[in-house]
């Protein structure tokens, strides 16, 4: 199956959960991200996104996050690429390119290091690769920045060892799923 058609099966699959399957699956995946990387304090940043249509939402745990005073960024992308910046709360949010919601704050995120990045996507595969919705935006990003630990969120249906590699794509060191975590490393 060539990367298109996967891309349309699963934005089609995702699109057709229902609130409750996101809201019970979102919940599986969280508890595996918080188990595996939340119980150290080795992140000084969480690179986060807004879900839309069907993503996994993990805004419970950014939530958890916020309180605990971490500093989270979510994307806002343009001609020149994809730019993270700081949220103080979860309703800091307005309508951006795309339809997705991107933060009203302009506090543009200065340092990578010590970085983790919740990373959506459309399909993954248990090693790593990812399959966005063909703009780009992350892989550039992750090139720029390869000190960023990078974990792929999806659901477990999104998980495919039939990704077609291109040389530009950028695998993720980790996936996490309901069924767990994943790594490459």
């Not at 249509?53 to 745990?61: H, K, S």
Request: charged share 25%; net charge negative.
């Amino acid at each position: 199956m060539d990367n298109q058609t996967l891309r349309n099966n699963m934005r089609q699959w995702r699109e057709r959960l229902s609130a409750e399957d996101v809201v019970h699956k979102s919940y599986a995946v969280m508890s595996h991200l918080q188990d595996y990387f939340l119980i150290r304090d080795d992140y000084d940043g969480y690179l986060c996104y807004y879900p839309t249509r069907g993503e996994v939402d993990l805004r419970p745990l950014y939530g958890k996050l916020l309180q605990s005073g971490a500093n989270l960024y979510f994307p806002v992308t343009g001609d020149d690429g994809i730019h993270f910046y700081r949220v103080q709360s979860l309703s800091d949010f307005a309508e951006g390119r795309f339809g997705i919601l991107e933060p009203v704050s302009m506090e543009l995120l200065e340092s990578t290091a010590r970085t983790l990045a919740f990373t959506p996507g459309l399909c993954f595969s248990k090693s790593g690769e990812r399959l966005g919705f063909g703009g780009g935006y992350y892989d550039r990003f992750f090139a720029a920045h390869p000190e960023v630990t990078q974990v792929g969120i999806c659901y477990d249906e999104q998980l495919s060892d039939e990704i077609t590699v291109m040389d530009w794509d950028i695998a993720m060191q980790y996936v996490a799923c309901e069924s767990g975590i994943f790594t490459n490393l």
